[in-house]
């Protein structure tokens, strides 16, 4: 992509450097995420797509804030939501990452995609944090690294999945933010490395006795990722994990409840609180879209859930 990237200040929504049509595709982008975000953005990433057809080829900018840049090809279906400034993405993850803005922690980015969140934590606005971005994909590693490049190459970043073991995957699918290695091994893709979490300890990423908020965008292995992580989460460590909307068994999250020493924890909407899950059902209230993902946590260290108590307490009082 030759051509410089069209630019979005989300704090003022100034728009530099678009043509007229690219301006108008800009409030089609927006405008569109403000009617769909009324029904979870149903087909938002479709039409988005179509519209993507009849722009020019070319990247844009987003300032986040004013230590955070984000770029991604103009017109992508999953990321233009960000046009509308109203949209807030991933807001339980949100909620944690300000909170913990004065812990010293490592954030560890698995399906780091193009790194959004490894921009914004590694931002000085959200603590300035070590951040280790993992994402396998040959089609969204370029795109991660120009994120590491045009922030200071501030970030780690590392191509490779996560597993239960060392070894080999076959990566496949059709959409950038929903690559798997959980399809069959006959399913095409491409193939790539497969780490477990454990060994950022044995290849001395990180250490064993550090503070760590893991994010596990992995599609379909989260568990696979947890059984591989056993020493690095017996840490000061929580997990983030997608619990997917379509998924009515809540399997990653039973899996943490029966099989795991973690605590489960879930962003409920109606309490604004990160509540304990003893019982699932909370989730068939929670999970209202089959097509997005929810994100549960998973921790078993006491700093984390006394800073969980904390942050729930500095909620209730803002409410009264």
């Given amino acids: 992509m030759g051509q410089a990237p069209i630019q979005f200040d989300r704090a003022s ?49 987003i ?7 984000f770029e991604f090809p103009y017109g992508d279906g999953y990321w233009s939501k960000l046009l509308n400034r109203a949209y807030t993405y991933e807001d339980e993850l949100e909620l944690l990452f300000e909170d913990s803005i ?50 200071g190459d501030r970030f780690e970043i590392m191509k ?7 070894g080999t995957a076959r990566l496949s699918g059709s959409k950038h933010e929903a690559f798997s290695i959980a399809g069959a091994t006959n399913a095409g893709g491409e ?16 250490n064993a006795d550090g503070k760590y908020l893991i994010k596990l965008d992995v599609e379909g292995v989260e568990i696979e990722a947890i059984k591989g992580g056993a020493r690095l989460l017996a840490a000061d460590s929580v997990i983030l994990c997608e619990e997917h909307g379509n998924d009515p068994d809540h399997t990653v999250s039973r899996y943490i409840l029966d099989q795991t020493p973690l605590k489960l924890i879930v962003y409920d909407p109606r309490s604004k609180r990160l509540e304990t899950v003893t019982e699932l ?9 089959t097509h997005v993902g929810y994100n549960v946590f998973g921790t078993a260290s006491a700093f984390w859930l006394e800073r969980i108590d904390a942050l729930n307490a500095k909620t209730a009082r803002r409410m009264q």
């Avoid at 009617?35 to 039409?47: D, K, L, Q, V």
């Avoid at 193939?191 to 990180?206: Q, R, S, T, Y």
């Avoid at 059902?281 to 879209?289: A, F, T």
């Fill in 281 to 289: 059902s909370i989730l068939d209230r929670i999970k209202v879209s």
């Fill in 102 to 151: 004065n812990v010293d922690y490592v954030l560890i980015d698995c399906g780091a995609n193009y790194g959004y969140w490894s921009v914004l934590v590694s931002s000085r606005p959200f603590g300035a944090h070590k951040v280790i971005a993992i994402e396998p994909s040959a089609q969204n590693f370029p795109k991660l690294a120009n994120n590491a490049r045009v922030n």
């Fill in 191 to 206: 193939e790539v490395p497969v780490i477990p979490l454990d060994n950022l300890i044995a290849d001395g990423k990180v």
């Fill in 63 to 69: 300032r986040l804030n004013d230590d955070a840049v």
């Fill in 13 to 61: 929504g100034v728009l530099e450097g678009a043509s007229l049509w690219e301006r108008t595709a800009a409030l089609a982008l927006s405008t569109g995420s403000k009617i769909s975000s009324h029904f979870s953005h149903m087909g938002y990433n479709a039409c988005a797509n179509l519209l993507r057809k009849t722009l020019p080829e070319r990247n844009i900018a």
């Fill in 160 to 166: 490779c999945a996560i597993g239960s073991a060392r």
